[in-house]
């Protein structure tokens, strides 16, 4: 099973802030990783897919990047609908599996 | 507009069953691979079955192999997940998602129906 940890667990930022939001994998899955959002109380949104490609409808602000074990999410200047959990997925092998989440909170 | 609607949650005995449908809307359902993810209170997300748009294949988490069956009824537009032998560690929401076309990200998500597994 492919271990996906996601660090770190929680960061305060500020609005307006850029942030990068770390995925690594316990083995090669090359790009095969995506990024979702999730708010208190529903369901998680699919952000970036394939490691870089956004999802429909996403903004521009939020970057996906990496290859091979080592990931990143990026979003350019928080904004204030952006405080959610976030959390990492490779497709590379079955189980499909997650990473833990990052927190991003307001300061 | 694309809805899944997760039912057939609630409270069951540890060793019980239960059996949750997704009824899906808004797009050809039986064009799509569909999955079932889970999560804890509080904590992260869990895959735990998928399968692929005719039925014909399924996989599951090592942690649900043997209790739970992945199934759908294209005439219905509905999927479903007969859990068996349910244990504390099943409490959990459960979501509903459909494929990222061909690859296995989630795309469209259900609300989620809430499973407790308690005396």
């Known amino acids: 099973e492919i271990v996906l940890t996601q660090s770190p667990a929680t960061l305060s930022l500020s609005p307006g802030e850029r942030v990068t939001l770390s995925c690594r994998a316990s083995?090669?899955?090359?790009?095969?990783l995506a990024w979702y959002q999730q708010k208190p109380g529903q369901a998680p949104r699919l952000l970036i897919y394939?490691?870089?490609n956004r999802a429909t409808g996403i903004p521009a602000r939020f970057t996906g990047g990496g290859s091979g074990t080592d990931f990143t999410l990026t979003i350019s200047s928080l904004e204030p609908e952006d405080f959610a959990l976030y959390y990492c997925q490779q497709r590379k092998s079955w189980p499909i599996t997650f990473g833990q989440g990052t927190r991003l909170a307001i300061k | 507009e694309v809805q899944l609607v997760e039912s057939g949650g609630g409270l069951v005995q540890p060793g019980g069953s239960l059996r949750l449908s997704c009824t899906a809307s808004g797009f050809t359902f039986s064009t799509y691979a569909m999955s079932w993810v889970r999560q804890a209170p509080g904590k992260g997300l869990e895959w735990v079955a998928a399968?692929?748009?005719?039925?014909?294949?399924?996989y599951y988490a090592d942690s649900v192999k043997g209790r739970f069956t992945i199934s759908r009824d294209n005439s219905k537009n509905t999927l479903y997940v007969q859990m068996n032998s349910l244990r504390a560690e099943d409490t959990a929401v459960y979501y509903c998602a459909s494929r990222y076309g061909g690859i296995w990200y989630f795309e469209f998500w259900g609300q989620g129906t809430l499973v407790t597994v308690s005396s």
């Open positions: 399968t692929t748009d005719s039925g014909a294949s399924t």
């Open positions: 083995q090669n899955i090359n790009s095969y």
């Open positions: 394939d490691a870089s």
